[in-house]
């Protein structure tokens, strides 16, 4: 009778443990997923634009990540694949000041010597739907006063000065993903270069 009461008390405990994870489970089930970030890991500026290409060109000596002043650039970790040890920029954390340095000492054609204007890491989108000068936020204008090629690039939208428009002159440098003040970072890089603010579709 006593191993009966127990085993009631057992299950009754739980029931109730059943009971309060419920509402958690349940959330986790049926909440929506989480929007996939639109992000990219860039080439440094001056690479072979066909990404095989790059990866069976470089041969991963590391010299442009030695001298890149503003220490953007990082090295694929060895999972696996051919792009082992071959540099990326990822502007969320740094991003490239279009110095030249990484492209002077490269040996091989992985990194070409290019004039800054023509250098193409991809192309910035903006999510309107997140910028905080595109949904009245606030305004901003961090990503404008930024950008190392001025107007050809990035500029404002005519009928509010405050709102950024990216132009065909942008190179993708990133600088204007890493001084975005917002969390989700609203504005990224797209080194394919599909179309102009495409982020009005998003």
């Keep these: 009778m006593r191993r009966r009461g127990v085993l009631a008390r057992l299950f009754a405990a739980a029931a109730l443990l059943a009971g309060g994870a419920l509402p958690y489970v349940l959330s986790t089930i049926l909440a929506p997923g989480a929007a996939k970030a639109r992000r990219n890991n860039l080439r440094p500026p001056g690479a072979l634009l066909d990404d ?7 041969i991963g000596c590391g010299l442009c990540g030695e001298v890149c002043p503003p220490d953007c650039i990082r090295f694929h970790a060895r999972t696996g694949g051919d792009a082992v040890n071959t540099p990326y920029i990822d502007p969320s954390e740094r991003a490239c000041t279009l110095c030249g340095k990484c492209m002077e000492v490269c040996p091989t054609a992985a990194l ?8 193409d890491m991809g192309l910035a989108f903006i999510d309107r739907t997140a910028c905080y000068p595109w949904v009245d936020r606030g305004i901003c204008g961090a990503c404008v006063t930024i950008c190392p090629l001025g107007s050809r690039a990035i500029s404002f939208d005519f009928a509010n000065i405050y709102r950024p428009i990216i132009q065909k002159g942008c190179v993708g440098c990133g600088l204007c993903v ?18 102009i603010n495409a982020a009005e579709e998003v």
Aim: glycine share 0%; with cysteine.
């Design 52 to 58: 095989k290409a790059f990866v069976a060109a470089c």
């Design 112 to 119: 070409s010597i290019i004039p800054r204007a023509r250098i």
């Design 178 to 195: 890493e001084v975005c003040p917002h969390s989700s970072k609203p504005i990224w890089i797209d080194p394919h270069r599909q179309s």
